[in-house]
């Protein structure tokens, strides 16, 4: 088996130990004996997208999300629209996750999405949404929790079709009034909550490796238990400070 991931943009969308969730990535292979590739792309490069099957963007600020939006529209977008329709994962967070909607409104600037899923994402008027946060997802008829911590001026809001991550149970979420989390369509993954997300719900990480691998070979792996005490402290370490205040 192994593990073939592209990061998006690693030198400009890298923020909140964004690289975190790389690295656990790769360490949750390499203790389980799954080989592990690690690829970067950048502005004015294309994408083949059969050659990885988890795609990863990174948080930035406003000016990254300027240098790169048009860029991915351009060269990228293609390619990743048709990897998420076979089935490869696409897992993008923070500013990452603003850039997968049809645009990102700031003031009156536009910048371009990547149109993967049915939202928008606007700067509105009013303070940062900023803080622990902890919802509660279902995949596969079961419920878990995922914790971490967010902090956007942009407020995301779904469309009608669109299928949130899951459902706020302390926190603001996409945009502080309608209880919703994050985006799912597939494989595809959008979300606010960093810190890095993955090494604080280790579950997930587990979860998005199988499901890259299974597009690779056709087959669902089921990955061998790991001694996860440290990752499981970490849960709830940031599941407690999401529900302590």
């Given at each position: 088996m192994e593990l073939r991931v592209l990061a998006l943009y690693p030198d400009q969308m890298n923020i909140y130990a964004d690289r975190g969730n790389i690295l656990f990535l790769q360490r949750r292979c390499e203790w389980r004996g799954i080989r592990f590739s690690h690829a970067t792309t950048g502005p004015g490069e294309s994408v083949d997208p059969g050659a990885h099957d988890f795609f990863y963007l990174g948080g930035g600020q406003d000016r990254?999300?300027?240098a790169v939006a048009a860029d991915m529209v351009a060269t990228k977008r293609s390619a990743l629209a048709s990897a998420v329709d076979d089935g490869a994962v696409l897992l993008a967070v923070c500013g990452g996750?603003?850039?997968?909607g049809h645009s990102y409104q700031l003031d009156a600037e536009r910048l371009p999405g990547l149109g993967l899923v049915d939202l928008e994402t606007v700067r509105e008027e009013g303070s940062r949404l900023i803080g622990n946060v902890a919802i509660e997802v279902e995949m596969d008829g079961e419920?878990?929790?995922l914790a971490g911590f967010e902090n956007h001026g942009g407020r995301t809001y779904l469309g009608d079709g669109s299928i949130p991550l899951?459902?706020?149970?302390?926190?603001f979420g996409n945009n502080g009034q309608d209880g919703l989390e994050g985006v799912r369509r597939g494989n595809l993954i959008g979300t606010y909550l960093h810190g890095p997300l993955l090494p604080k719900n280790a579950w997930l990480a587990d979860r998005?490796?199988?499901l890259a691998i299974e597009r690779r070979t056709g087959s669902l792996p089921r990955l061998e238990p790991l001694d996860d005490r440290l990752e499981e402290a970490a849960?709830?370490?940031?599941?407690?400070?999401?529900?302590s205040g």
């Open positions: 990254d999300q300027r996750y603003q850039l997968l419920k878990q929790v899951g459902r706020v149970l302390s926190g998005l490796i199988a849960h709830e370490s940031a599941r407690r400070a999401a529900f």
